[in-house]
């Protein structure tokens, strides 16, 4: 289930200045083990910690482009294609797995209209591209956001899944009153949920910066539905390989066209994590450490390889049993993995550097 923040929560953590090491952040999902649901971990390089909380929580806006990507189809945002820097032949084939589907859904209010641009879906992860359009002498900018937004279903319930927004960087001239937002979403369970309605909402649109006062644009309530429609399109592979000069065994490799997720066998340990209290205030806390190597390419059948690029996800023990070592790491990604063409999986050990590469055919 998705954490929800109040205004004074989301501002006290955009004016922190505690700045966590990349060794850090990776621990911010590690509870996903032993609380029983997964925490959404944002990673993006070009961004500080605090831009990262800010967009998981308000949806990270996306000024709208006039791109160079090409779609092949109308199933296809041309935004989408060049962000996930897909193919035409890809395209084709994520429509044919029904990876990609056909989806509408759209409302309007105080003027402004959010439409449901695309998504893609698979057993684990999902992808939200939404175009917001306001009237044409309203800006539209970076610091525009939602007072309150989210996904939910039919009967009102919410997700058993986490959620958040990605930053993207422009491209080209922006339309001053038109701009975009993705999410990812990822699921805490495999579960089928074929042919379930859902529901995304959104209220209050704004204006939010650290340097300015919170301002209103449009007071309105925006609430859109559609039918989840898609097929499995993960491949797992079971490698049960021990890395080299490590006490860390790669157990599964699992690959979606959007996602990676693999299963160690590690044996636990803690280690002291710095994060802030709801006042504010610097803490540690004693948290289980990850596997010190992280997956960092693909081997293509060509020879050649392809960077994994890791986003928003979970990471953690996948039972509260003290004697259970099996560790997961489940991430989203901003490109299309073509699972028929990967023939190993490459890792790099954090602190001494060294390289494994495991083959998964």
């Known amino acids: 289930m998705a954490k ?12 922190s200045e505690i700045e966590p090491p990349e ?81 509408q859904a759209s409302a309007t209010d105080s003027g ?67 701009c975009y937002m993705e999410w990812f979403v990822e699921w805490i369970d495999k579960e089928d949920r074929n042919g379930r309605k859902m529901c995304a909402y959104f209220e209050g649109l704004e204006e939010a910066s650290i340097e300015s006062p919170v301002k209103t644009l449009a007071d309105g309530n925006w609430e859109m539905s559609w039918t989840l429609d898609y097929e499995p399109s993960e491949e797992t592979f079971t490698v049960n390989r021990r890395l080299e000069h490590s006490d860390i065994t790669v157990k599964e490799i699992t690959i979606s066209p959007i996602s990676f997720e693999i299963t160690y066998d590690w044996k636990r340990q803690k280690q002291p994590v710095k994060s802030v209290d709801p006042d504010g205030n610097p803490e540690i806390s004693m948290e289980y450490a990850p596997p010190s190597v992280q997956y960092t390419k693909c081997r293509m059948r060509d020879g050649s390889t392809m960077d994994i690029r890791q986003g928003g996800g979970s990471m953690g023990y996948i039972s509260n049993d003290e004697k259970d070592t099996t560790y997961m790491e489940s ?20 602190n001494t550097k060294e390289v494994y590469e495991i083959p998964i055919r």
């Open 112 to 178: 402004v209209t959010i439409s449901l641009e695309q998504t893609l879906a698979t057993e684990k992860f999902m992808y939200l591209y939404f175009k917001i359009t306001a009237p044409e002498d309203m800006k539209l900018s970076e610091d525009t956001c939602f007072e309150n937004c989210g996904l939910r279903w039919e009967d009102g319930s919410e997700l058993d899944a986490s959620y958040g927004g990605v930053t993207q960087e422009k491209t080209a001239e922006t339309a001053d009153n038109v």
């Open 23 to 103: 060794a850090v952040t990776r621990q911010i999902g590690a509870a996903f083990g032993q609380i029983g649901e997964t925490e959404t971990v944002r990673r993006r390089k070009s961004r500080g910690l605090r831009w990262q909380v800010a967009a998981a929580l308000m949806g990270a806006v996306i000024l709208g482009t006039v791109t160079v990507g090409t779609a092949a189809s109308l199933l296809w945002n041309p935004n989408v294609v060049e962000h996930f820097e897909v193919d035409e032949t890809q395209q084709k084939l994520l429509e044919e797995k029904k990876v990609v589907v056909p989806v």
């Open 4 to 15: 929800k923040y109040s205004k004074h929560d989301m501002v006290r953590i955009l004016k």
């Open 331 to 350: 991430f989203d990604s901003d490109r299309v993995y073509p699972i028929e063409d990967i023939v190993a999986v490459i890792f790099e050990d954090i």
